[in-house]
């Protein structure tokens, strides 16, 4: 995970909108009111809806648990992948590109996650690369990835590319998600990826990258998970683990995406109180997409309803929330 992360660049400072409201007042659905925001500005036109393929040939490869060696140009990285038994190579199938914590590696965010069983309960290739130094360059966050300036970007890019190329990939539902740093990552691809990603989600993990610097080709849905006691992402922003470098706030991130998917201006809020979750979302914005922030109230730097040291014991499970996110989102 992030873990010790005070060896890495400040983030720049910004003005913090209002925070959203992580213990709203009724747990049943509130209904949306007011009208869409106007979209925002940007310097490129929305392209052409990406055709999905309705069958496939050539594309049989093995199913069950893969590592391969993804390359871009003179980098080479580890990427490891889980294909369910149900994938059929004449017919499209999900892919969801899931991305470490820092200092964490491709294994424990997988043990952590267990997307791959989701992945074989929904029909979904599961991949889980390692960065470099156990680390991605998300903006703000971390380690040697952001030392060195790497362009994870461009290694996104080009694991989903490599993926096609042996797997029936539908490009209408190809989705990132991360841990902490991992989740900064997934913000950045949303920015800058949205013509591959269909929709992201992030744990833990804020908007890296100077939101005005943000401008996808199209409205990106984007899922926030976000515990009100992490002391190394903190929900209000500021510093990592008290003494480390300046994140923004959850509510800087979710502001940013509501303006950028003209999202109207009141979310629907669901609850549930055993487990101290909040979810926001507003919706609908621009082309079909939401944003939608769950609070956990008093939760800690962790994948509520994961395993291991990066999870948190709870009956809502944040990857089966993810799942259902992109599962109602495909690139349009």
């Given amino acids: 995970m992030l873990g010790v992360a005070l060896l890495l660049a400040a983030a720049c400072s910004t003005e913090e909108p209002s925070e959203p409201d992580p213990n709203p007042k009724t747990a049943s659905s509130i209904p949306t009111s007011g009208p869409p925001a106007p979209p925002s500005p940007t310097s490129s036109p929305t392209p052409p809806p990406t055709p999905s393929p ?6 049989a490869g093995a199913r069950g648990d893969r590592t391969l060696t993804v390359k871009v ?5 580890t990427l490891s992948i889980h294909v369910p038994p149900s994938y059929d190579p004449t017919r499209p199938i999900e892919l969801v590109v899931a991305f470490h914590g820092y ?8 043990s952590t996650t267990h997307l791959a069983e989701a992945g074989d309960a929904k029909g979904f ?6 960065g470099t130094g156990k680390s991605w360059n998300g903006g703000d966050c971390c380690g040697q990835a952001l030392d060195q300036k790497l362009d994870d970007e461009a290694l996104a890019r080009a694991i989903v590319t490599q993926l096609a190329s042996g797997y029936c990939i539908d490009p209408k539902r190809v989705f990132a998600t991360g841990f902490s740093n991992g989740g900064f990552l997934a913000h950045r691809l949303a920015c800058d990826a949205s013509d591959v990603f269909a929709a992201v989600a992030s744990v833990s993990g804020v908007m890296g990258i100077d939101p005005a610097t943000c401008k996808p080709k199209r409205a990106v849905p984007v899922l926030q998970i976000h515990g009100t006691s992490d002391n190394v ?6 510093r990592a683990l008290f003494v480390g470098p300046e994140y923004r ?9 509501r303006d950028r998917d003209a999202c109207p201006g009141t979310p629907t809020v669901t609850a549930a109180p055993k487990d101290k979750i909040a979810c926001q979302t507003w919706a609908p914005c621009a082309q079909s997409s939401s944003v939608e922030l769950c609070t956990v109230d008093g939760g800690a730097h962790a994948w509520p309803g994961g395993s291991g040291n990066n999870g948190s014991s709870s009956a809502w499970k944040a990857t089966d929330a993810i799942v259902d996110f992109f599962a109602a989102h495909p690139m349009p």
């Fill in 54 to 59: 309705t069958s496939c040939s050539g594309k």
């Fill in 125 to 130: 290739i599961a991949a889980f690369p390692l």
């Fill in 73 to 77: 140009g003179a980098r080479s990285e």
């Fill in 233 to 238: 992402v903190p929900y209000k922003g500021g």
């Fill in 249 to 257: 706030s959850v509510a800087t991130t979710i502001a940013a995406w």
């Fill in 103 to 110: 200092l964490m590696d491709d294994a424990e965010l997988r």
